[in-house]
């Protein structure tokens, strides 16, 4: 890439051809980008990140190192994955079986953390914000937003800000303060929060 390239690719990157890649973009040592794959603005692939060609990535995305985001995965805006974290696409892999046609769809929702080591089974969707803390194994269940999954099997351990702080000390209404930003968060219905000081399509 030359210096008026809109994004940066490290020379020991492998970018194929056709993949569209964002303005402000960086792809990092040893990266592979896949024809077809999709990046958008501001997005960091660290060293040894695999992208497969139908994957996409939203705005703002930060891949650590030594992941591989395969088939069937959508990274929406302003995720997060940590280093080594895994993705699969088929449920019941075998070698002498193909299943390129039946790969499940997983999904993470934007402002979403996935914890170093982390396991995402496929067929999931992660809710908004959800944070899936480090070596947690997530099997085929929907993560709601702003929640907090630890464990193998992961299970769910209370709600996190969007800053990524644990919610605890609900007043008498149930009302839970971020303590960075000071933001209100209430269970909206069971097993649902929101906040009650911020749209959750807003940027910070």
């Known amino acids: 890439m030359n210096d008026e390239a809109p994004y940066f690719v490290h020379p020991t990157a ?14 990092w040592h040893f990266a592979h980008v896949s024809s077809g794959a999709t990046i958008g603005k501001r997005c960091t692939l660290g060293q040894n990140v695999f992208l497969a060609p139908s994957v996409r990535l939203g705005d703002n995305v930060k891949v650590q190192n030594n992941v591989s985001v395969y088939d069937g995965v959508e990274l929406e805006d302003d995720v997060f994955c940590g280093p080594s974290c895994v993705f699969t696409n088929v449920k019941n892999p075998r070698s002498e079986v193909v299943r390129k046609g039946q790969y499940a769809r997983t999904l993470v929702r934007r402002g979403a953390t996935i914890g170093a080591n982390a396991t995402i089974v496929c067929g999931t969707t ?17 993560i709601p937003d702003y929640a907090l999954m630890v464990g193998v099997p992961a299970k769910q351990d209370g709600w996190v800000s969007r800053h990524g702080h644990r919610l605890i000390n609900p007043d008498a209404d149930g009302v839970m303060r971020c303590p960075e930003s000071g933001w209100r968060y209430q269970e909206a219905l069971p097993g649902q929060l929101r906040c009650l000081d911020h749209p959750e399509d807003a940027p910070l």
């Open 126 to 142: 992660i809710g908004r914000f959800a944070f899936i803390a480090a070596g947690a194994v997530v099997t085929a269940r929907d």
């Open 14 to 27: 492998v970018v194929d051809a056709p993949a569209t890649i964002g303005a402000g973009s960086k792809i």
